[in-house]
């Protein structure tokens, strides 16, 4: 391990905007946040946001900076990239932005019923070949429905079209309520405020002429969610791989 990440790793510890659960804290257990954020993190009862998958956290503290009426929450299994974002909202004060190491499978032991507001899903690995593990896979709805307020909205930002597919697909067999689905924000003039936020990996892919999508969806009610039954075929893709160290 390299003196520079091994440095990052050592600040980190020092960030009281970052939550570093070990795993022995939340493996079937809950975690002494579930249920506290809003008073123990955040000292407000505003709404709580997830940018689930957050990298270096660009998002999230760009989300926290444009709308300082909500709470964002990070989260990443990468420390190294978190320390980015934990680093920015530490030196800039932002009292509304905090950042959780965790994996999302453990996303259950860390919020509470109804804590939620939001999750936002940004460029997240489509998995070409490895469906459960999309984080749109029904088996992370389920969770997400657990901790989101009733009717909560999930937000998909992606250049994978074989994942923007998927889950629309997901969300028209389930009956979830549709917001919104886009398959390029940029070239029809959709990308406003919200959705213009640009990551270092989304300005590779627009370099690359890949366009970028977007879907927004409601996640309620009680029904088992199931996996689609479509042909993804039409729209596998290569997907490149950008060294996200």
């Known amino acids: 391990m390299g003196k520079g990440?091994?440095?990052k790793f050592r600040e980190n510890e020092t960030f009281s905007c970052l939550v570093q659960p070990?795993?022995?804290e939340v493996l079937h257990k809950d975690h002494p946040?579930?249920?506290?954020w809003h008073r123990d993190m955040f000292g407000n009862d505003h709404p709580i946001v997830l940018e689930l998958g957050c990298g270096k956290?660009?998002?999230t503290v760009a989300l926290g900076e444009r709308f300082p009426e909500k709470n964002y929450i990070g989260i990443d299994i990468k420390g190294a990239r978190l320390w980015k974002g934990?680093?920015?909202a530490t030196t800039h004060a932002m009292a509304n932005v905090a950042f959780l190491r965790t994996r999302v499978e453990f996303i259950e032991s860390l919020f509470g019923p109804g804590e939620i507001s939001e999750i936002w899903i940004t460029f997240a690995d489509p998995q070409e070949r490895k469906p459960r593990k999309r984080l749109t896979h029904p088996r992370f709805l389920e969770s997400y429905r657990r901790i989101l307020v009733p009717d909560g909205i999930i937000h998909l930002k992606t250049d994978s079209r074989l994942l923007h597919h998927f889950t629309r697909e997901t969300v028209l067999q389930n009956g979830l309520p549709l917001i919104e689905a886009c398959e390029d924000i940029?070239?029809?003039?959709r990308?406003?405020?919200l959705l213009s936020i640009q990551t270092f990996y989304e300005k590779n892919f627009l370099a690359q002429g890949i366009p970028?999508?977007?879907l927004s969806f409601r996640l309620g009610g009680d029904k088992p969610l199931v996996e689609p039954e479509w042909d993804q075929e039409p729209y596998e893709q290569t997907y490149k791989t950008l060294t996200r160290s």
Do not use: F, P, V, W
């Not at 940029?186 to 003039?189: F, L």
């Open 5 to 7: 990440k091994l440095r």
């Open 22 to 24: 070990t795993t022995e």
């Open 33 to 36: 946040l579930k249920g506290n």
């Open 57 to 59: 956290g660009e998002y």
């Open 86 to 88: 934990a680093k920015y």
């Open 186 to 189: 940029y070239g029809t003039g």
């Open 191 to 193: 990308a406003d405020d």
């Open 212 to 214: 970028i999508t977007y």
